[in-house]
Protein backbone atom coordinates (compact mmCIF):
# COMPACT_ATOMS: atom_id res chain seq x y z
CA UNK A 1 0.00 0.00 0.00
CA UNK A 2 1.17 3.38 -0.76
CA UNK A 3 -1.10 5.06 2.13
CA UNK A 4 -1.52 8.79 1.75
CA UNK A 5 -0.10 10.14 -1.57
CA UNK A 6 0.11 14.04 -1.87
CA UNK A 7 0.96 15.62 -5.23
CA UNK A 8 2.76 18.28 -6.29
CA UNK A 9 5.53 17.88 -3.42
CA UNK A 10 6.45 21.50 -4.19
CA UNK A 11 4.37 24.35 -5.61
CA UNK A 12 5.37 28.05 -6.18
CA UNK A 13 2.40 30.33 -6.78
CA UNK A 14 1.91 33.95 -7.53
CA UNK A 15 -0.73 36.09 -5.35
CA UNK A 16 -3.97 35.72 -7.10
CA UNK A 17 -3.44 32.25 -8.80
CA UNK A 18 -5.64 28.97 -7.65
CA UNK A 19 -5.15 25.66 -7.52
CA UNK A 20 -5.82 22.46 -6.38
CA UNK A 21 -3.66 20.24 -4.00
CA UNK A 22 -4.29 16.45 -4.40
CA UNK A 23 -4.59 13.75 -1.90
CA UNK A 24 -5.13 10.07 -2.66
CA UNK A 25 -5.24 6.95 -0.03
CA UNK A 26 -5.45 3.60 -0.52
CA UNK A 27 -6.27 2.49 2.79
CA UNK A 28 -9.93 2.47 2.88
CA UNK A 29 -10.12 4.77 5.14
CA UNK A 30 -13.33 6.89 5.49
CA UNK A 31 -12.04 10.36 7.31
CA UNK A 32 -9.82 12.24 5.86
CA UNK A 33 -8.02 15.81 6.75
CA UNK A 34 -6.51 18.55 5.74
CA UNK A 35 -3.49 20.64 8.09
CA UNK A 36 -1.64 23.38 7.25
CA UNK A 37 1.79 23.59 9.24
CA UNK A 38 3.79 26.92 9.85
CA UNK A 39 6.76 26.94 11.87
CA UNK A 40 5.89 27.68 15.65
CA UNK A 41 2.08 27.00 15.19
CA UNK A 42 2.03 23.43 14.78
CA UNK A 43 0.06 21.73 12.74
CA UNK A 44 -3.74 23.42 11.81
CA UNK A 45 -6.82 21.85 10.85
CA UNK A 46 -8.02 23.21 7.62
CA UNK A 47 -11.43 20.97 6.45
CA UNK A 48 -11.83 17.24 6.75
CA UNK A 49 -14.38 14.76 6.16
CA UNK A 50 -16.22 11.64 7.59
CA UNK A 51 -16.56 9.97 4.58
CA UNK A 52 -17.53 10.91 0.43
CA UNK A 53 -19.97 13.81 0.19
CA UNK A 54 -19.34 15.01 3.64
CA UNK A 55 -16.99 18.17 4.71
CA UNK A 56 -16.95 19.72 7.10
CA UNK A 57 -14.81 23.10 8.19
CA UNK A 58 -11.59 23.42 10.80
CA UNK A 59 -10.01 25.85 12.68
CA UNK A 60 -8.37 28.02 9.71
CA UNK A 61 -10.82 27.42 6.40
CA UNK A 62 -10.98 30.62 5.03
CA UNK A 63 -9.70 30.86 1.45
CA UNK A 64 -9.56 27.27 0.89
CA UNK A 65 -12.28 24.32 -0.71
CA UNK A 66 -12.70 21.34 -0.10
CA UNK A 67 -15.05 18.48 -1.83
CA UNK A 68 -15.46 14.78 -1.77
CA UNK A 69 -16.55 12.51 -4.44
CA UNK A 70 -15.14 9.08 -3.49
CA UNK A 71 -13.68 7.51 -0.64
CA UNK A 72 -10.15 7.81 -2.02
CA UNK A 73 -9.51 11.18 -2.72
CA UNK A 74 -9.88 14.35 -0.70
CA UNK A 75 -8.28 17.58 -2.82
CA UNK A 76 -7.65 20.92 -1.53
CA UNK A 77 -8.19 23.94 -4.15
CA UNK A 78 -6.81 27.42 -3.17
CA UNK A 79 -8.88 29.73 -5.01
CA UNK A 80 -6.91 32.88 -4.97
CA UNK A 81 -3.38 32.49 -3.54
CA UNK A 82 -2.44 35.08 -0.72
CA UNK A 83 0.91 34.98 0.72
CA UNK A 84 -0.22 34.13 4.10
CA UNK A 85 -1.46 31.15 2.47
CA UNK A 86 2.40 30.15 2.17
CA UNK A 87 2.94 27.07 4.53
CA UNK A 88 3.60 22.76 4.44
CA UNK A 89 0.41 20.92 3.52
CA UNK A 90 -0.41 17.63 4.89
CA UNK A 91 -3.53 15.54 4.09
CA UNK A 92 -4.21 12.80 6.51
CA UNK A 93 -6.72 9.57 6.75
CA UNK A 94 -8.12 7.59 9.15
CA UNK A 95 -10.67 4.91 10.12
CA UNK A 96 -13.85 5.43 11.83
CA UNK A 97 -12.83 2.63 14.59
CA UNK A 98 -9.43 4.47 14.88
CA UNK A 99 -10.28 8.09 14.43
CA UNK A 100 -7.74 10.23 15.65
CA UNK A 101 -4.92 7.90 14.38
CA UNK A 102 -4.07 9.26 11.51
CA UNK A 103 -2.06 8.43 8.48
CA UNK A 104 -0.18 11.63 7.11
CA UNK A 105 1.05 12.69 3.55
CA UNK A 106 4.68 13.83 3.31
CA UNK A 107 2.93 17.30 2.44
CA UNK A 108 2.85 19.39 -0.19
CA UNK A 109 5.42 23.28 0.67
CA UNK A 110 3.30 25.97 -1.24
CA UNK A 111 5.02 28.97 -1.75
CA UNK A 112 2.75 31.90 -2.34
CA UNK A 113 4.79 35.30 -4.23
CA UNK B 1 -9.74 28.83 24.79
CA UNK B 2 -8.41 25.10 24.18
CA UNK B 3 -5.05 24.49 23.67
CA UNK B 4 -2.43 22.01 23.94
CA UNK B 5 1.70 22.79 24.28
CA UNK B 6 4.84 22.07 24.59
CA UNK B 7 7.31 22.87 27.42
CA UNK B 8 10.21 23.07 25.75
CA UNK B 9 11.00 23.80 21.77
CA UNK B 10 14.04 22.35 21.18
CA UNK B 11 15.88 19.24 23.65
CA UNK B 12 19.18 17.86 22.83
CA UNK B 13 20.48 14.81 24.72
CA UNK B 14 23.42 12.43 24.59
CA UNK B 15 22.92 9.03 22.55
CA UNK B 16 22.13 6.37 25.09
CA UNK B 17 20.75 8.58 27.27
CA UNK B 18 16.81 9.02 28.24
CA UNK B 19 14.51 11.46 26.96
CA UNK B 20 11.77 13.17 28.16
CA UNK B 21 9.71 15.73 26.18
CA UNK B 22 6.54 16.91 28.08
CA UNK B 23 3.27 18.34 27.25
CA UNK B 24 0.15 20.43 29.00
CA UNK B 25 -3.00 20.48 27.91
CA UNK B 26 -5.61 22.59 28.76
CA UNK B 27 -9.25 21.13 27.94
CA UNK B 28 -9.97 19.09 30.62
CA UNK B 29 -12.60 17.22 28.65
CA UNK B 30 -10.01 15.89 26.49
CA UNK B 31 -9.86 12.00 27.15
CA UNK B 32 -7.39 11.22 24.58
CA UNK B 33 -3.80 11.86 23.87
CA UNK B 34 -1.75 10.90 21.05
CA UNK B 35 2.27 11.66 20.56
CA UNK B 36 3.87 11.59 16.86
CA UNK B 37 6.83 11.83 15.03
CA UNK B 38 7.94 14.00 12.05
CA UNK B 39 11.05 13.25 10.91
CA UNK B 40 12.52 16.05 8.19
CA UNK B 41 10.88 16.23 5.05
CA UNK B 42 7.75 14.07 6.01
CA UNK B 43 4.67 13.51 7.73
CA UNK B 44 4.12 12.85 11.38
CA UNK B 45 3.67 9.39 12.35
CA UNK B 46 2.02 7.87 15.56
CA UNK B 47 4.40 6.81 18.01
CA UNK B 48 1.73 5.92 21.09
CA UNK B 49 -1.55 6.85 22.47
CA UNK B 50 -3.30 7.07 25.47
CA UNK B 51 -6.53 7.19 27.39
CA UNK B 52 -7.47 9.18 30.06
CA UNK B 53 -8.03 6.20 32.35
CA UNK B 54 -4.96 5.36 32.34
CA UNK B 55 -1.80 6.96 33.95
CA UNK B 56 0.72 5.25 31.77
CA UNK B 57 1.34 3.21 28.57
CA UNK B 58 4.04 1.47 27.63
CA UNK B 59 5.22 0.74 23.53
CA UNK B 60 8.73 -0.38 22.01
CA UNK B 61 11.65 1.84 23.54
CA UNK B 62 8.55 4.37 24.80
CA UNK B 63 6.50 5.23 27.87
CA UNK B 64 3.96 7.82 27.68
CA UNK B 65 2.44 9.11 31.38
CA UNK B 66 -0.78 11.19 31.67
CA UNK B 67 -1.22 12.88 34.71
CA UNK B 68 -4.31 13.97 34.85
CA UNK B 69 -4.85 16.15 38.11
CA UNK B 70 -2.61 18.74 36.43
CA UNK B 71 -3.57 17.79 32.72
CA UNK B 72 0.44 17.20 31.67
CA UNK B 73 1.84 14.02 30.10
CA UNK B 74 5.29 13.41 28.93
CA UNK B 75 6.88 10.96 26.00
CA UNK B 76 9.80 9.29 27.71
CA UNK B 77 12.23 7.57 25.16
CA UNK B 78 14.84 5.10 26.63
CA UNK B 79 18.10 4.80 25.09
CA UNK B 80 17.80 7.37 22.72
CA UNK B 81 18.98 6.83 19.15
CA UNK B 82 20.00 9.42 16.44
CA UNK B 83 17.20 7.68 14.49
CA UNK B 84 15.05 9.87 17.63
CA UNK B 85 15.88 13.23 16.02
CA UNK B 86 13.12 14.65 14.75
CA UNK B 87 9.87 16.71 16.00
CA UNK B 88 7.22 15.41 18.77
CA UNK B 89 4.23 16.42 18.52
CA UNK B 90 1.42 15.71 21.61
CA UNK B 91 -2.39 15.93 20.26
CA UNK B 92 -5.62 16.10 22.10
CA UNK B 93 -9.36 15.26 21.72
CA UNK B 94 -11.93 12.93 22.36
CA UNK B 95 -11.73 9.26 21.77
CA UNK B 96 -13.89 8.01 18.70
CA UNK B 97 -14.24 11.72 18.17
CA UNK B 98 -13.79 13.19 14.48
CA UNK B 99 -10.49 15.06 13.29
CA UNK B 100 -12.51 18.41 14.53
CA UNK B 101 -11.64 17.85 18.20
CA UNK B 102 -8.13 16.87 17.75
CA UNK B 103 -5.88 19.57 18.72
CA UNK B 104 -1.80 20.11 18.39
CA UNK B 105 0.70 20.92 20.64
CA UNK B 106 3.32 23.46 18.21
CA UNK B 107 5.82 20.44 18.85
CA UNK B 108 9.06 19.73 20.62
CA UNK B 109 12.49 19.45 18.19
CA UNK B 110 14.58 16.37 19.47
CA UNK B 111 18.40 16.53 18.41
CA UNK B 112 20.23 13.58 19.25
CA UNK B 113 24.44 14.03 19.80
CA UNK B 114 26.48 10.69 18.92
Known amino acids: NAGVTQTPKFQVLKTGQSMTLQCAQDMNHEYMSWYRQDPGMGLRLIHY???????DQGEVPNGYNVSRSTTEDFPLRLLSAAPSQTSVYFCASSSPDSSLLLHFGNGTRLTVT | GESVGLHLPTLSVQEGDNSIINCAYS??????FIWYKQESGKGPQFIID?????DKRQGQRVTVLLNKTVKHLSLQIAATQPGDSAVYFC?????????????FGKGTKLSVKP
Open chain 2, 91 to 103: AGGYYGGSQGNLI
Open chain 1, 49 to 55: SVGAGIT
Open chain 2, 50 to 54: IRSNM
Open chain 2, 27 to 32: NSASDY
